[in-house]
Nanobody, 113 residues
Framework: QVHLVESGGGLVQAGGSLRLSCAASGITFSIQDMGWYRQGPGKQREWVATITRYSVRSYAESVTGRFTISRDNAKNTVYLQMNSLKPEDTAIYYC???????WGQGTQVTVSS
C-alpha cells in the first residue's frame, strides 16, 4: 500500500526558509517521478515542482529561483527547499506520486509579513 507522509511545515517570517520532506513507502521509490503541489486559502490546488526518476527538475514560474526539489533514493524521500518565502507562499503543501491519485496528507506552511 502506498503511503506518502509530508513533514517540515510551520510558521516563518517573510524572507525565511523551510525544508519540506515527503517520505514514501509501498513503492519502488527510485523509479518514480514525484511532485509537490500546494493549496492556498480560497485557492485551487496548484503544481509547484516535479523531479523525475532521473532527477530532472521542473518548477512553477512562481517559485523558480526560490524553491529546490530534490530526492534521496536511499531514504525514499523527496524534499522541497523553500527560500525567500513570501506571504503568498502560505498554503498546505502536498507531495504526489506523479500521474497517480496517491497524495500525502499535506503540511501547513504559513509565511507572515
Amino acid at each position: 500500500q502506498v503511503h506518502l507522509v509530508e513533514s517540515g511545515g510551520g510558521l516563518v517570517q517573510a524572507g525565511g526558509s523551510l525544508r519540506l520532506s515527503c517520505a514514501a513507502s509501498g513503492i519502488t521509490f527510485s523509479i518514480q517521478d514525484m511532485g509537490w503541489y500546494r493549496q492556498g486559502p480560497g485557492k485551487q490546488r496548484e503544481w509547484v515542482a516535479t523531479i523525475t526518476r532521473y532527477s530532472v527538475r521542473s518548477y512553477a514560474e512562481s517559485v523558480t529561483g526560490r524553491f529546490t526539489i530534490s530526492r534521496d533514493n536511499a531514504k525514499n524521500t523527496v524534499y522541497l527547499q523553500m527560500n525567500s518565502l513570501k506571504p503568498e507562499d502560505t498554503a498546505i503543501y502536498y507531495c504526489r506520486l506523479w500521474s497517480t491519485e496517491y497524495w500525502g496528507q499535506g503540511t501547513q506552511v504559513t509565511v507572515s509579513s
